[in-house]
């Protein structure tokens, strides 16, 4: 599957700020999806997953509370609202797909960069 994501920019702290993920290929409603962040000199992160169904989802204990993953399966597309921003979750966010019963994330979109003023 093709990911394109989109949404980034330039946010003042608590701001928000929408991104989106769309897909393009195989069935888009067989791949669990997440977004992944890398901020400057540090690992690549997971923020949050979403199940194929959208039913089950995971966040990082940094962005819980803040951020809200879904999915539109009729769209092809996953979304990450991010609320509450802080300049620590400044960084490049790509999302991901992995295919439903597999643990490897297999397609990678080009990222999106996010930053956060203070």
């Known amino acids: 599957v093709q990911l394109q994501a989109s949404g980034g920019g330039l946010v003042q702290a608590g701001g928000s700020l929408r991104l989106s993920c769309a897909a393009s290929g195989r069935s888009f409603s067989n791949y669990y999806m997440g977004w992944f962040r890398q901020a400057p000199g540090k690992e690549r992160e997971s923020v949050a997953h979403i199940s194929s169904s959208g039913i089950v989802t995971y966040y990082a204990d940094s962005v819980k509370g803040r951020f809200t993953i879904s999915r539109d399966n009729a769209k092809n597309t996953v979304y990450l609202l991010m609320n509450s921003l802080k300049p620590e979750d400044t960084a490049v966010y790509s999302c991901?797909?992995?295919?439903?019963?597999?643990?490897?994330?297999?397609?990678w979109g080009q990222g999106t960069q996010v930053t956060v003023s203070s």
């Open positions: 991901a797909a992995r295919l439903r019963g597999s643990g490897l994330w297999s397609d």
